[in-house]
């Protein structure tokens, strides 16, 4: 078992900021939650306080960013992707001033706060606005790449992860790109797609679809959700294979519906199912309750996969 | 650049204001004419920045926070040789760079403005990292009073004070008017003086159509230690045109042949007394 994705951004981020000082960490009163404690004790001139303000946050974090900062705006996922919208369409992305936005407790990770602490549209909205890469690592080694990437990538993006502790998907990780998915477990009989978090139970899912009816699944981390891996995407569906996707997202304007949407226009047939957050009044509870309840655990997607299969 | 020539240029990027208005049957002509002056002194006193290296680290920023008074802008940087004035000639056609709004396809342009509220978040992230790099250079933006309800913009006041930056001129172009109306009774942000003060700014009031007094606000340092700089520019909507002077329908009206040459004539008798 690893450690919680948040702790491994800011560990990797205090390295990074050990040998380059254009890296700068802009929070909302954030540095608490978003583990940037230490980060700020050791480097106070590399940590930018803004106080309980997303949309300054975002302001501020393009105005460092156009001045030659690595900047790393930090605040929940939920705020950051909702209430600075504006700020992230026009002054990140649409004046290309290269900062990562870094979404922390995201999805359900607040799950018992409620919607308002829910980030479950930020998938769909950044999807929609040109100049953005928008990354959900699923486990320690994919956080770790991310941050490291984003630190060297001079393009506005987007990341997001929860805080629990996340299992290791894989030990034999050697690359990592922005836009390229990340096949995690090989079979014949039918693909997973998912991202961010819910990778782990698709992993599981698919270890009971072997055990017990021998299927075979594929199951890729979708790390970046745009750009899409449509190469990739291609080829898992070249042969027919049924495809279930999965997130912790609203169904709305998500992975699934970006996988499907391409897809179905260039032609191919599969048979195909979204697991998401179904656009109702999103229950409460802890992270694994809301995922039990709608199906995005081994159980569930399990399920979802037989019965896909079997239809 | 002497101040009868300051005066000059006023009127100069006034007539050019309404010419590329009047040929784009588009533009926000009241804004524009009331904070053109404010723009001339800029970028013919105040601002460190070469048309020809307008990347270079060092320059003076100015991020122009009321977007949509991009023909003042456009035509101050044209004048300055930041891209040849037949550019203008493009403004709001098909797939032109010379748009309603600030957009950085066009050289001098610093940041995409056009959402209100936006440049002073932007001018703080400068500010601090200028003062983090120990560089001199010096962040400016120009805020309407129509644009100053947005939260953002309170939020970062609050910050700018909070950081200290001496290093940020906020310039407000206070015409008093907005597009549905008197400012103060859309919405009411008057005593905005004490407002700034009492945020931890360093508030200035000027007449914003007086060059000499533009420039002593923005060149002789500072207006307090330790403080982010405010400018309170009074200056009139439609300025120098008089039957656009104060009158609403000029916040994005567009002259007719007979109003556009009775604008030039009257701009040309101005001209003639200086």
């Known amino acids: 078992m690893g450690i919680a994705n948040q702790q491994v951004f800011s560990e990797t981020l205090q390295e990074l900021a050990e040998t ?18 230490p980060f700020g004790a050791k480097y106070p001139n590399q ?40 700020q992230i369409k026009n002054d990140v992305c649409y004046s290309d001033n290269p900062v990562t936005l870094v979404g922390i407790s995201s999805g359900v990770s607040y799950g018992a706060l409620g919607t308002t602490h829910h980030s479950l549209h930020d998938f769909a909205a950044l999807r929609a606005i040109n100049n953005i890469i928008i990354v959900a690592p699923a486990d320690n080694f994919e956080t770790e790449q991310a941050v490291r990437l984003a630190a060297k990538t001079n393009k506005p993006i987007y990341m997001r992860y929860g805080k ?57 981390s979708m790390h970046t959700i745009k750009p899409l891996d449509i190469e990739l995407l291609e080829d898992l569906a070249a042969n027919g294979r049924p495809i279930v996707t999965v997130e912790e997202h609203m169904v709305n304007g998500g992975l699934g519906e970006a996988c499907a949407s391409y897809l179905f226009q260039k032609g191919f047939k599969n048979s195909f199912k979204i697991i998401g957050i179904p656009d109702e009044y999103t229950i409460t509870g802890s992270q694994v309750e809301i995922f039990n309840h709608y199906g995005i655990s081994q159980d569930g997607i399990y399920k979802t996969c037989f019965d896909l299969i079997n239809d | 650049m002497t101040n009868r020539e300051l005066k000059l240029k006023s009127i100069f990027l006034r007539k050019q ?3 590329y208005i009047y040929g784009a049957k588009a533009g926000h002509t009241g804004g524009s004419l009331s904070c053109v002056d404010i723009l001339n002194v800029l970028y013919n006193k105040v601002l460190n920045v070469d048309p020809t290296d307008f990347k270079n680290a060092n320059r003076d920023r100015y991020i122009q926070s009321k977007g949509h008074c991009v023909e003042a802008l456009f035509v101050t940087l044209a004048d ?42 932007i001018c703080v992230g400068e500010a601090i990292a200028a003062k983090l790099d120990s560089k001199s250079h010096r962040v400016f933006t120009l805020l309407g009073d129509g644009e100053l309800p947005e939260g953002s913009n309170w939020e970062a006041f609050l910050s700018a004070a909070h950081y200290k930056l001496e290093n940020l001129y906020a310039i407000l172009d206070y015409n008093k008017q907005q597009i549905t109306g008197n400012t103060s009774e859309v919405m009411n942000t008057d005593s905005v003086r004490e407002k700034l003060e009492a945020f931890g700014w ?58 556009y040459e009775l604008a030039l004539s009257e701009l040309t008798e101005a001209e003639a007394l200086i």
């Open chain 1, 47 to 86: 940590i930018v306080e803004v106080g309980i303000a997303e949309q300054n946050l975002v302001g501020v974090a393009a105005g460092l960013a156009s001045a030659g900062k690595k900047t790393f705006a930090v605040s929940p996922a939920c705020f950051l992707s909702a209430r600075a919208l504006e």
């Open chain 2, 17 to 19: 204001i309404l010419k």
């Open chain 2, 202 to 259: 360093a508030v200035k009031e000027i007449d914003g159509h007086n060059v000499e007094e533009i420039e002593a606000a923005l060149n002789n340092g500072p207006l307090q230690s330790g403080k982010p700089n405010f400018i309170i520019a009074h200056t009139i909507k439609g300025k120098g045109v008089s039957y656009m002077e104060g009158n609403l329908k000029w916040h994005h009206g567009v002259p007719s042949p007979e109003q």
């Open chain 1, 20 to 37: 380059d000082r254009t890296i700068i960490a802009v929070t909302s009163d954030s540095r608490g939650s978003g583990k940037l404690g």
């Open chain 1, 164 to 220: 629990k502790a996340m299992p290791f998907l894989n030990e034999n990780n050697t690359t990592f790109e922005f836009g390229k998915g990340r096949t995690v477990r090989q079979g014949d009989d039918l693909v997973i797609i998912a991202t961010g978090e819910t990778v782990y139970p698709a992993c599981l899912a698919a270890k009971k679809l072997e055990d017990r009816h021998g299927l075979k699944a594929t199951v890729v």
């Open chain 2, 80 to 121: 300055r040789g930041f891209f040849p004035e037949s550019d203008l000639e493009t403004l709001c056609q098909y797939r032109s760079h010379y748009i309603g709004h600030p957009t950085k396809k066009v050289n001098g342009v610093e940041q995409n403005t056009g959402a209100l509220g936006h440049g002073l978040p």
